[in-house]
């Protein structure tokens, strides 16, 4: 079966666009914004968002051209390069379901505002996760074409944007709408140990590991 092919059977656009919204999506981002921009002002957060996400893009897009040509050279199939993004995805996805039941008391950290917090810790790891660079790696290796590819990028600015525009608004959203966006965490988290385990079998099942049934 050609790469392509099984590229495009193993792992579908709305499947990728699964795994960059719960990977590198705005849930997970909007309390630890908060937690760093809590004694800033309203400018100081809007600078800060706005060149956290313009350090995230580039670093995304730089990992997974060079991540991508990695793969390649390695030659791994696409069967298993779809299994390693599943097995990511289900491993990513357990621990966040998991953590929502975890009763130990974490003290909040209290950050003094300085726009080098844009690079680290918001940039790095709060926004591009170690994961969400795997994901987007695995997903630029697994398009069939440029079309493809474009698209994939475009999912990936298209979300970045998302994230600013969830940051620029972080403490009016966890104000009123803090309990519906945990509970919505939870519900996307149990989706996406699900969505995990279905590309491990479909890869497992191209490389005739498991029976189709």
Known sequence: MPAAAA???????????????LMLGPIKILG???????KGDVMFRRRLAVRAILVS?????????VGETALRRFHISVPVLAVSGGIILFLVALRTVMQQFDAEDRGLREYEPALKMAVSPLAFPTIVTPYGIAAAIICMTL??????RGAVFGALVGLMLVNLVSMLFAHQV????????????IVLGIIQVALGLQIIVNGLRTLA???RI
């Open 57 to 65: 893009c580039l670093a995304l897009f730089f990992s997974a051209l």
């Open 209 to 211: 590991l498991l029976p």
């Open 32 to 38: 630890p914004f908060v937690q760093m921009t809590s």
């Open 143 to 148: 398009t069939p074409d440029l079309l493809t």
């Open 174 to 185: 966890l104000k009123y709408a803090g309990m519906p966006m945990q509970i919505l965490g």
């Open 7 to 21: 590229g495009s059977r193993l792992i579908s656009p709305r499947e990728m666009f699964a795994f960059f919204f």
